[in-house]
């Protein structure tokens, strides 16, 4: 009889995931906060940076790493945030619930 405490442990089988990783809804609509907080003083260049997210969303759509229901949420807030004057630009900023996902206007 053979015992020994001390046995080489098992190599187990792993298996390594080798799909990229893909932004999540709330990467996308941080991302989007982030520009348009650092550009709070400043809404005409938070809303040109908008545009050029608007391009890379148009890209991501196409490379499948987004989906149509995001891409369209995205793009209804950038909708109004390309809209909104001075005042309304900080309104936006400041309401919480236009950033959390599942947004729809009133």
Not at 35 to 54: A, S, Y
Not at 59 to 81: M, N, V, W
Not at 89 to 101: A, G, H, I, V, Y
Request: charged content about 40%; overall charge positive; aromatic content about 12%.
């Amino acid at each position: 009889m053979k015992w020994w405490p001390f046995k080489k442990p098992q190599k187990k089988d792993i298996k390594h995931d080798s799909k990229i990783h893909v932004k999540g809804t709330r990467i996308w609509l941080q991302n989007l906060q982030e520009v348009c907080e650092k550009n709070f003083d400043t809404p005409h260049e938070g809303k040109r940076l908008i545009r050029q997210m608007q391009i890379e969303w148009k890209e991501a759509a196409k490379l499948k790493e987004i989906d149509q229901e995001l891409i369209e949420g995205l793009d209804r807030r950038a909708f109004y945030l390309l809209k909104a004057d001075a005042k309304e630009w900080n309104e936006l900023l400041d309401n919480l619930k236009f950033w959390r996902p599942g947004w729809k206007a009133d």
